[in-house]
T-cell receptor
């Protein structure tokens, strides 16, 4: 079965600093990978996705992520963090359900980002 | 477009009471999902509906039932609420099950005392 690990429960950065949030996945085939962001009291919003092709994908709000098959990783990056980026971030892997043509998402535990002024 | 809407936003139940969480989407999506979110555990899939007329269990279905009322609406029912069901519940929809991005509602915060 597929799984997703986000090793960092909580990360604190200063405004203007660079950011990298880690995500490792376990899946037997080529994964479909996603990063979602959740602001306090809100639902989840899709930041970016990887299906195939270029391993560096660009998303909204200046975020990017790089798929590294050899490391089973899909880390999220941003060169300069803004105070409004403070939120919880979730990595997810999409997988096809066995014996069907349907799939589902498995989410990591989430990383809370705090931004200091 | 409103996207995915959920009602209610907040609810407090006593142990043993029942309630139904409502979800609707206006994006003409085929697939809909119910998740629960608990601290440190991410989101866990309760039930999903790949298409109108079908529903299937996810990771944590015990204590819940669902109804796909039509293409737009997908409800989650707690027949006899337990404190372990205290959580934030999210509904989501997608144009194809799982392999494409899911769109989430704002959530329902449920407390069972």
């Amino acid at each position: 079965a597929q799984s997703v690990t986000q090793p960092d429960i909580h990360i604190t950065v200063s405004e203007g600093a660079s950011l990298e949030l880690r995500c490792n996945y376990s899946y037997g085939a080529t994964p479909y990978l996603f990063w979602y962001v959740q602001s306090p009291g809100q639902g989840l919003q899709l930041l970016l996705k990887y299906f195939s092709g270029d391993t560096l994908v660009q998303g909204i709000k200046g975020f990017e992520a790089e798929f590294k098959r050899s490391q089973s990783s899909f880390n999220l990056r941003k060169p300069s963090v803004h105070w409004s980026d403070a939120a919880e971030y979730f990595c997810a892997v999409g997988a096809v359900l066995g014996g069907t043509s349907y799939g589902k998402l498995t989410f990591g535990q989430g990383t809370i980002l705090t931004v200091h002024p | 477009n409103a996207g995915v809407t959920q009602t209610p936003k907040f609810q407090v139940l006593k142990t043993g009471q029942s309630m139904t969480l409502q979800c609707a989407q206006d994006m003409n999506h085929n697939s809909m999902y119910w998740y629960r979110q608990d601290p440190g555990m991410g989101l866990r899939l309760i039930y999903y509906s790949a298409s109108e007329g079908t529903t299937d269990k996810g990771e944590v279905p015990n204590g819940y039932n669902v109804s796909r009322l039509n293409k737009r609406e997908f409800s989650l029912r707690l027949e006899s609420a337990a404190p372990s069901q205290t959580s934030v519940y999210f509904c989501a929809s997608s144009s194809r099950t799982g392999l494409y991005e899911q769109y989430f509602g704002p959530g329902t915060r449920l407390t069972v005392t």
